[in-house]
């Protein structure tokens, strides 16, 4: 399953095309939330999507595989944003500030949004059709999250350790102007393209020290220590959305995906993340 988010050097036809596959994405997700999964016709989907049936399949072989996108969204946005902590954060650090990035309502996703991912989270589990597009974008994201903690754990074997100690302030600052200038970077001339998550504001729209041996500079792939340590994190949160999903937790606040996904990071503090 590819991936959705333009890259910076994609071609415009490519960023064509990745900005209707997440059209396609709003409307299967938002007939899925109002009709469910199985009243839900593939021609259904073209049609609010305002596409022709054929064109449909082009970009997807099943309705089931129309949400891969909203899916993928959230799980490339918490990627990206490890990726963007400065250098000298813990690895464990970034992944706590990536979640709070991610997942705080109003920051990753809106405030009204999120009873839309819980409803997508909850057909997820009960669909086989759907768990199995869950599952693998959330394969997808450990694979690329993996490949982020090899480059980290590359680039601070050259540097000091010494802003690592600094206060939890000085790590959010620092994380968040960061973040701020990389996503300045990417941002995509033309506005929807920007956001790689789907705008969710109505119904139509809601809805969107493992140090390796042997690596290079900018590994190109993880090795089998961070794949492991992605693996790890990637399931601390995961298990805290589908949970969340589970019940009725509030969106933000004690119980919500945010809280749940931090409280289960923190439990793994003593795991060698890395640097």
């Known amino acids: 399953m590819s991936s959705t988010t ?86 464990a650090q970034a992944l706590e500030e990536g979640v709070r990035h991610t997942l705080t309502p109003g920051v990753g996703v809106s405030a009204s949004s999120w009873e839309w991912v819980r409803t997508l989270l909850r057909l997820a589990a009960a669909n086989p059709s759907l768990r199995r597009v869950w599952a693998e974008v959330c394969q997808d994201s450990e694979r690329m999250l993996g490949e982020v903690l090899a480059q980290r754990v590359t680039r601070a074997g050259t540097a000091t350790g010494s802003a690592a100690t600094a206060g939890d302030d000085n790590v959010a600052s620092a994380f968040q102007q960061r973040l701020t200038e990389r996503e300045s970077r990417l941002a995509d001339p033309q506005p929807r393209l920007a956001e790689p998550e789907p705008s969710l504001a109505d119904p139509e729209r809601r809805l969107a020290d493992f140090e390796p041996r042997f690596a290079s500079p900018e590994p190109r792939f993880a090795d089998a220590e961070s794949r492991f340590a992605a693996a790890v994190a990637s399931a601390a949160v995961r298990t805290a959305l589908e949970g969340w999903a589970e019940g009725d937790g509030p969106a933000e606040g004690p119980g919500s995906p945010a809280d749940l996904a931090l409280r289960n990071l923190a439990a793994l503090r003593d795991f060698p993340f890395g640097p």
Not at 12 to 18: G, N
Not at 52 to 62: D, I, V
């Open 6 to 91: 333009p890259t910076p050097q994609a071609s415009l036809t490519e960023r064509r095309k990745a900005e209707t596959r997440m059209e396609i994405a709003r409307a299967a997700a938002g007939l899925f939330v109002r009709h469910g999964l199985r009243a839900t016709r593939a021609e259904d989907i073209a049609q609010a999507a305002g596409i022709a049936p054929r064109t449909f399949y082009r970009y997807f072989a099943t309705k089931e595989e129309a949400v891969a996108p909203l899916y993928a969204a959230g799980a490339q946005r918490w990627v990206e944003a490890v990726r963007a902590a400065p250098a000298a954060v813990s690895v």
